[in-house]
């Protein structure tokens, strides 16, 4: 089972990610459930949504879409307070993915405002950290998302992914 947890505030888009992420596992017949907890959203406070996924080979069940503590393989974190604020949920060993000013700038400035959600799913993507990688991320996306902003997002993916290459490899 792959658990992953999206950290964010309202407007970022945390809930989007899950669902890019869900239904991805769902495109692969992947099992899936999800859940998010929204406290105060629409003011900027905090959203957390949790993605779990297993094969369908009936040896795992999926029993619960929320993910205990100290068991989710992969934190996004969209915003590095509500990251930090749920890092009791990752396990030993687990992926924290989140980024500085400064490739947050980046990717704002090379795909937009509301494409950080997206270029962490790719940075993830990149690590290895889900059970599909970059590109059957970006076939839900042409599906899934909006037609206005399918460019925008296939860009953050790639942007994402490429900025997490060049960390991993930086050390």
Same mark, same amino acid.
């Given at each position: 089972?792959?658990?992953? /947890? ?14 890019? /992420? ?10 899936? $459930? ?20 297993? #094969?369908?080979?009936? !040896?795992?069940?999926? !029993?619960? #879409?929320?993910? #205990? #503590? ?13 990251? &930090? ?5 990752? $396990?030993?060993?687990? /992926? ?5 000013? &400064? ?10 405002? =509301? ?8 940075? %993830?993507?990149?690590?290895? %950290? ?8 970006? &076939? ?5 998302? =909006? ?8 860009? !953050?993916?790639? /942007?994402?992914?490429?900025? !997490?290459?060049?960390? %991993?490899?930086?050390?």
């Amino acid at each position: 089972m792959t658990s992953v /947890l999206i950290a964010g505030v309202g407007g970022q888009g945390s809930v989007f990610a899950a669902r890019v /992420l869900g239904e991805t596992a769902l495109r692969l017949r992947l099992n899936v $459930r999800g859940s998010e907890t929204i406290g105060m959203a629409q003011r900027g406070g905090s959203v957390v949504s949790h993605v779990r996924m297993a #094969p369908r080979d009936g !040896a795992l069940e999926i !029993a619960s #879409p929320m993910i #205990p #503590p100290g068991k989710a393989d992969v934190i996004v974190a969209l915003n590095a307070i509500e990251g &930090e604020r749920n890092r009791h949920f990752l $396990r030993d060993g687990g /992926l924290f993915v989140c980024c500085d000013e &400064e490739q947050r700038s980046a990717i704002m400035q090379a795909c937009g405002a =509301k494409s950080l959600n997206v270029a962490l799913l790719g940075a %993830a993507a990149a690590l290895g %950290a889900f059970p599909f990688g970059l590109d059957e991320l970006a &076939e839900t996306l042409h599906s899934f998302g =909006k037609p206005q902003f399918i460019e925008q997002n296939l860009s !953050a993916l790639r /942007l994402g992914a490429e900025m !997490a290459r060049g960390t %991993a490899a930086d050390g």
